[in-house]
């Protein structure tokens, strides 16, 4: 897993990057790992570009581009600045998909460390990326 380059955000005051942490009223449906703002990030996964998606619509300047694999999985990557165009077709661990975006910054008071979110989709139901 390309990931594995990047340590797992753990509890922090503002949470716990696990799959399946709680959220109070939901629980987390993805891995957080912890990274600078402006790493390069590079596709979780072989596939096209299907997606350049907004995770809040408050915020619109955060970002994901989701990727799906030749299995119909929705690979997607929260808080990055995407360098890349719908239909792009992406390798993994080696064509980069954007930087990662200072997530921190939306949470001030919450004492979050910096991070890229990473979740799978197999149409409605979430997948835990380690098992992948």
Same mark, same amino acid.
Do not use: W
């Given at each position: 897993?390309?990931?594995a380059v990047l340590p797992q955000r753990v509890a922090d005051d503002a949470g716990d990057?696990?799959?399946?942490?709680? &959220?109070?009223? &939901?629980?987390?449906?993805?891995?957080?790992?912890?990274?600078?703002?402006g790493t390069g990030i590079l596709a979780p996964c072989d596939g096209q570009v299907t997606k350049l998606g907004y995770p809040y619509a408050d915020a619109l300047e955060y970002r994901y581009v989701q990727i799906t694999d030749a299995n119909g999985l929705n690979h997607r990557v929260f808080y990055i600045?995407?360098?890349?165009?719908?239909?792009?077709w992406m390798v993994e661990g080696t064509s980069q998909i954007g930087t990662a975006q200072d997530i921190a910054a939306k949470y001030p008071a919450r004492g979050m460390a910096n991070h890229v979110h990473y979740e799978i989709k197999d149409g409605s139901d979430y997948i835990d990326p380690a098992t992948v």
């Open positions: 897993m390309i990931f990057g696990a799959f399946g942490a709680s &959220r109070g009223d &939901r629980k987390h449906n993805g891995i957080d790992y912890s990274c600078a703002t600045s995407p360098t890349v165009e719908l239909n792009q």
